[in-house]
């Protein structure tokens, strides 16, 4: 298998996969994909990428090439988002977390008709903070300024992952590859409930706030990827399809609490927090067009999630929510902001060459559904989804492949969230939490290079 009509140029090696999510990544908080090759072309990668990236999205690809390289990338992104409250007086809450960094290091070497490839990534990142309530000393301040505290105050997932696959070429047309990883998965959430009594006192009363910080990772993740290449020499048009599964998550770890002065207490003993979600199975394919000055490719992800990621929940040991009154309750769950559906995307690239035999255009578009119903949106593990726009440039000289690109995901402005309440530990007198409507915008920058340290025989 082997490049056509000088597609060498345009294709490179190097993959690191961001997720998330967005969270939210442009694909949906916490769910595998893209890299920085695919940055410049909206996510556009299943057929055409064949280094690091591959082997999480279709390692198949890997056998388009022959000899052995070595991929450095690092891809930069940052997630905005914005909780506008439907009360006009009240103010816009931002997100204010940093940017996050995703690595990457592959190698990628072929043995005959053997194609082998491994690579350390980080695959994902979500990282969204607001405002904490906490730096408000009064109480009875929060209502004004803190109206998304119930909803959600900071949220992270990062996914590390090892990976390691092997693809053979079937002929001059076909090939198939499969990919095994392993992932370590960290998961954060501060959240805030209202512990009180309604009828002695009124349902939302900040003074009645204790806000919850659960933090825990999951050490193996294991996950499976397989995918096929159909890249005939005499035709232009290349074709490939990919299945990928990953096992379900399991965080176990620890639990901070917080009351309110004059208000309830926390007592921890030997606190411990635990939380278990399943991942869509992920479902991708595309076609590719390889002109002489040109390369236009065209995909559709879908993630099929099971209903029951819709919700998850910590579950938690050794806490006690206890009112002024001195009436406690053990508090032996709190509902996680994350939430899963399923959900697509369509997707379209186009190379263009601009220095015969060195540089190349790219640019790309996609729009993609929400991962997250409109129901149970919230700040924090909400995805909007929404259409993105990527340009970038790709270069190669002696041996090495370099890429740089750029995208924007602009989010589908909605308001929702009216499933998720306030999570009232005594029972009587929950609420919904409070309206607003959800906006974002989410950036990535990705640089990669492509060492090719022997040529083909």
Known sequence: MHYSRGVHRACVSLGLVAALTGLAAADGIAIVGGSPRSIGRAGTNTVGD???????????????????????????????????????AGPIARDQSGPSLLPLVAVVGSIGSWVIGAGVMTSGVTDRALRDPRDVPR???????????????A????????????????????AVGVSGGGSRVRVSETRRLWAGFAGISDVGDPKRDVELAMAGEDAFVPSLTAGLLIAPIESPMELAVSVAWTARTEIEGDVGATGTSGGPIVRLTAPH?????????????????????????????????SHSARRASWTLDGVRVVDPSTVGVDLVGMPSRLSLR?????????????????????????????????RRLSPTFGDLGGHTVALGVEGTAGGVT????????LATRRSGGDE?????????????????????????????????????D
Do not use: C, M
Request: hydrophobic residues 45%.
């Open 50 to 88: 064949d280094g690091g990236g591959a082997l999480l999205v279709n390692p198949a690809a890997i056998a388009r090439r022959e000899g052995t390289r070595i991929q450095l990338g690092l891809a930069i992104e940052d997630d905005s988002i914005v909780w506008d409250p439907v009360d006009p």
């Open 139 to 153: 109480a009875e301040d929060l209502n004004a300024a803190f109206e998304y505290r119930y909803s959600g105050i």
């Open 155 to 174: 949220a992270a997932i990062r996914r590390d992952t090892l990976t390691l696959g092997v693809a053979r070429r079937l002929g001059d047309a076909i």
């Open 273 to 305: 927090a635990s939380l278990a979600f399943k991942q869509p199975v992920s479902v991708r394919a595309g076609a590719r067009y390889l002109g002489d000055r040109f390369v236009l490719e065209l995909g559709g992800d879908l993630w099929l999630a």
């Open 342 to 374: 399923t959900h697509g995307a369509i997707r379209g690239a186009l190379d263009v060459e601009l220095i015969p035999g060195f540089l190349w255009a790219t640019g790309g578009y996609a729009y993609t559904i929400g991962s997250t119903t409109q």
């Open 402 to 409: 370099f890429t740089i690109g750029w995208s924007r995901t």
């Open 420 to 456: 998720l309440s306030l999570d009232n530990p005594f029972g009587a007198g929950d609420a919904a939490v409070a309206s607003g409507t959800f906006d974002a915008t989410f950036d990535q920058l990705g640089v990669l290079l492509d060492l090719q340290l022997d040529a083909p």
